[in-house]
């Protein structure tokens, strides 16, 4: 379970100096305690099939009572020793504030297992129950006395010759005796066949006698395994019960392998003190860093003792649940990958090799042989970590892999690591390439190892371009130092490597050198590689700031991995030129270059400040910028609150027409009669034709207000009426005759209730159809669909049909005037004005005309801008509205969004697309 917080990179890592303190303390005790973790098994899956109410097999059961007795064993480890004269000694506080979870580590529950479980072999023990030690004690009886029987008619059929050997084996879980085919008469009467060899010529007999035996062993073997059941389902409900007491101690006996894990880790790193964490005072008077002779653990690693085999980690776990052994007789046992491992230890050879006992020590004394000092290679060149006191920017110069990077990075780990509670390797005071052993045997002399405790270590290490991200090198850089000056704070450590590279060297530089300036002022302690001549006169003259540098042999030209402090180290690039054979003619020019550029080193300084200025001038406009993107927020803010407000305006008045509309559908009778009368007048004579129609449509106004959406069915089925007795046919016939429209001119649309438009185009001429442009929308439509507007020179000039006085209709039939009459009644009626007294007449139809409110318009939007536009109108429309969609042809994206939206939408009761508008326009009818 330790082994697996540390595959998980979960090991604690300390919030505040004090818990990090804390975890000192415990790795310090863990090196004392020397704890044992033998017979500690993971049960945690065994734990939860007990709660699931689960019968749990006598195996895991086992492990159960073997985990509560290592734990009760650990819990006595820590509790205080007392020595010989009276006082105690090896107090373990921090452990035991560790393994408090452990408590009395249930000696009950331990107890009450081991009373009816062998733990070791699983097996059941007589004593388990009453009942099982008497059927037990019943079936070893029968058991005898069946094997006394079946071996003297074994030997009895076999002096017989009715068997080829006296044996006795089993078949169908019961005693049997094999016999020669054709032989089987000469047992006795009421002897049973059980089974037939392959090849037929024998067969398996249970004589008479042994029948009522053997009945008995298989009723006795099934009382049995009932009464084990029993046991076992007893001891799984109390496992179940201390659920979550024994998570408890899994939890405690878990942190405390962790910090034995971390003393071992000392251990083999050769470390024997912890470091100390330095107080605010104390960094200011010595300095935030003292780690002197430094070891990164990774260069160490090759010099020690090789580390012990991982125990059962989740890769291995996963192998053992993909075999048969899930679903074979053990599966039961997979609820502890111990146990597993160990009936099918296939899959952990695999991984590498077999699994270590539980609480093993670590590596076996062959690998430490085989490991000696003197086959292993000399440990690496430590790295003096001393910052000097007053310094908070260390501006690491020298040549390429001189080192530069491996001691930012040995830096960064040691401080986590003192913050995980882990213990810092460092080299003796001597250190020339001595062993590992011999380092163990030089710890009491090692200098003390302190540190501030930081709170965030921030880095910025390596190339961060990146295709998929679209970032360069040096915008990679960039982003990343963004977010370090985010994060970072006065108790953070910022590593830097190769700071300002990756564009300019003089505007790098420049960049660099705002960069460190400004986190010398906001972090407690940055550390930074450069090869920046700038930097290096700035670390040398700024105050807070100090140079350091790698070591460098000009003669053998190898880096000798030592730092350098106070002292900025040259990039040595000709000299490795030169000792690698470049071309001679090549240097020295190169040299001469070098020198003209020293040269103007002071015209160089002068240009990084105005670089530094011009940036600082950007900073400041760049917040302007900000400054005015808030404004604009703000003001956008304002504007969508403003239009909130007019959207619920909106819906009030919708739902006030709503209203309007239900109470003109229930004046429906009352708007009859009155109809009624018109017409009754009308045949009477008591008023003429105009005067009845002048009637009727005061009606219809009454009916139905202008702003209402009945109004608007109300006047579109004005012009949508079939009948060939209405005014609007009178207009269809008279527009028929003659009059052809022009592009450009003002027509009305009968379909439309007579809305007006202009015409877009006109083939009329040669018998196609005219594009009228209403609104928003472009339709198609035949010239009888069409009148000339009012006003016009053509309505001017439109002959009219006679009306007659009194009355009395030029022709037709159906008795003058009743006919026109009648003709209206029934257009007021297929409108919808109101209610038909006839069932022989046909559904009111209703046309909805487009209009500015009805109609939303999303082309210019994205789908999914589109479809939200789309859910908040049919969210916000009342019940019956009719809502025009213009999302306009295109690739079809938009099209695809909206109607992909409105199939989601429970709302929407039907939607289609308008005939008219060549797929760029959706009519949705709103539930």
């Not at 001891?235 to 878990?254: D, F, K, N, P, R």
């Not at 970072?488 to 990756?502: F, H, I, R, W, Y």
């Not at 930097?535 to 030592?562: M, Q, W």
């Not at 407000?645 to 229930?666: H, N, T």
Request: proline fraction near 6%; glycine fraction near 10%.
């Amino acid at each position: 379970m330790g082994a697996e917080v540390a595959l998980r990179c979960a090991l604690p890592v300390g919030r505040s100096r004090a818990q990090s303190e804390q975890l000192l303390q415990q790795t310090a005790e863990a090196q004392q305690a020397l704890l044992e973790f033998q017979g500690a098994y993971d049960i945690r899956r065994a734990i939860d099939a007990a709660a699931q109410q689960r019968v749990l097999h006598p195996m895991v059961l086992g492990a159960v009572a073997t985990t509560l007795g290592a734990a009760a064993r650990l819990q006595a480890r820590l509790q205080p020793q007392v020595a010989q004269d009276g006082s105690s000694k090896h107090a373990f506080s921090a452990l035991q504030e560790l393994g408090a979870g452990i408590g009395d580590a249930l000696p009950q529950l331990q107890q009450a297992i081991e009373q009816c479980i062998q733990p070791q072999e699983g097996r059941i023990l007589d004593e388990a129950s009453p009942a099982l030690t008497e059927v037990r004690a019943a079936r070893r009886q029968n058991r005898a006395e069946l094997r006394a029987e079946m071996d003297r008619w074994a030997r009895q059929l076999h002096a017989q010759g009715v068997s080829e050997r006296a044996q006795v084996v089993v078949r169908r879980d019961r005693l049997c005796i094999p016999v020669r085919r054709g032989r089987q008469g000469e047992l006795p009467k009421g002897s049973v066949s059980l089974a037939a060899s392959e090849s037929g010529n024998t067969l398996y007999m249970e004589p008479a006698p042994a029948v009522k035996l053997n009945n008995a062993e298989m009723a006795l073997a099934g009382r049995e395994a009932e009464e084990e059941a029993a046991v076992l389902r007893a001891l799984s409900g109390l496992v179940a019960q201390h659920a979550q007491q024994l998570h408890s101690v899994l939890t405690a006996i878990t942190a405390l392998d962790v910090a034995s894990a971390r003393a071992r880790h000392a251990a083999w790193l050769g470390a024997t003190t912890p470091p100390r964490f330095l107080s605010a005072e104390e960094a200011v008077a010595g300095g935030p860093v003292r780690l002197p002779r430094a070891w990164h653990p990774l260069l160490l690693q090759p010099c020690l003792p090789p580390l012990p085999t991982p125990p059962l980690t989740e890769e291995v776990q996963q192998q053992m649940d993909a075999q048969e052994l899930q679903s074979g007789p053990l599966a039961e046992l997979a609820l502890v990958p111990e146990l597993a491992a160990a009936a099918n230890p296939k899959p952990i050879g695999e991984v590498g090799g077999s699994a270590p006992k539980r609480g093993g020590k670590g590596g076996s004394s062959d690998d430490a042989d085989a490991g000696s000092s003197g086959s292993r290679p000399k440990p690496p060149q430590p790295v003096d970590l001393t910052v000097p006191s007053g310094v908070s920017v260390v501006a690491v110069t020298g040549p390429n892999t001189g080192g530069k990077t491996a001691s930012l990075k040995t830096l960064g780990l040691q401080c986590l690591m003192a913050k995980a509670g882990l213990f810092l390797p460092q080299a003796p005071p001597e250190q020339q390439g001595v062993g590992a052993q011999q380092a163990q045997q030089d710890a009491p002399q090692r200098a003390e190892q302190a540190l501030l405790w930081f709170d965030r270590v921030l880095a910025d290490l390596g190339d961060g371009q990146s295709l998929q991200q679209s970032l360069s090198t040096f915008s990679g850089h960039v982003r990343r130092i963004r977010n370090v000056l985010a994060a970072a704070t006065p108790q953070s450590l910022v590593l830097l490597d190769e700071v300002g590279s990756g564009t300019d060297p003089a505007e790098g530089a420049a960049l660099a050198a705002a960069l460190l300036e400004r986190l010398q002022r906001q972090a407690a302690l940055t550390y930074a590689t450069t090869h920046h001549a700038e930097l290096k006169e700035l670390a040398g003259t700024a105050p807070g700031f100090v140079n350091a540098s790698v070591e460098f042999d000009v003669a053998s030209l190898r880096p000798t991995y030592r730092l350098l402090w106070g002292a900025a180290g040259e990039s040595n690039a000709l000299a490795v030129a030169q000792g690698l054979g470049f071309a001679p003619a090549v240097v020295a020019a190169a040299r001469e270059v070098a020198q003209e550029l020293h040269h103007s080193s002071r015209s160089a300084g002068q240009r990084s400040q105005l670089l530094q200025a011009s940036l600082l001038e950007q900073l400041e406009e760049a917040r302007v910028l900000a400054s005015e993107a808030a404004a604009g927020r703000a003001t956008a803010e304002a504007a969508a609150a403003a239009a909130q407000r007019e959207l619920d305006a909106a819906k009030q008045q919708q739902a006030a027409l709503s209203k309007a509309a239900s109470e003109a559908k229930g004046a429906g009778p009352a708007a009859q009669q009155r109809v009624s009368r018109v017409l009754a007048d009308a045949r009477a004579g008591r008023i003429d034709l105009r005067e009845a129609e002048e009637r009727l449509r005061e009606l219809e106004r009454e009916a139905a207000p202008p702003d209402s959406s009945a109004a608007v069915k109300l006047f579109g089925l004005r012009a949508a009426a079939k009948d060939g007795d209405s005014g609007l046919e009178e207009d269809r016939s008279s527009t028929a005759e003659g009059w052809t429209p022009s592009e450009g001119e003002t027509v009305r649309v009968l379909k439309m209730g007579g809305a007006t438009g202009k015409v877009v185009s006109s083939s009329a001429r040669t018998g196609g159809k005219v594009s009228v442009r209403v609104g928003s929308l472009t339709v198609e439509l035949r010239l009888s669909d069409l009148a000339p507007a009012a006003g016009t020179a053509a309505a001017a000039g439109q002959p009219r049909a006679a009306r007659p006085a009194g009355g009395k209709s030029s022709g037709g039939s159906g008795g003058g005037s009743g006919g026109s009459l009648k003709a209206a009644a029934k257009q007021l009626r297929a409108r919808g004005s109101l209610d038909s007294g006839s069932e022989d007449e046909g559904p009111s139809q209703a046309i909805t005309i487009q209009t500015s409110r009805n109609t939303l318009d999303v082309r210019g939007m994205s789908g999914e801008e589109a479809a939200a536009e789309v859910q908040a109108a049919v969210l916000s429309a009342p019940s019956g509205w009719v809502l025009f969609v213009v999302h306009g042809v295109g690739r079809g994206l938009v099209r695809a969004a909206v109607l992909e939206q409105l199939k989601r939408l429970p709302r929407v009761k039907r939607y289609e697309t308008e005939e008219n508008s060549k797929g760029g326009c959706t009519v949705v009818t709103v539930k």
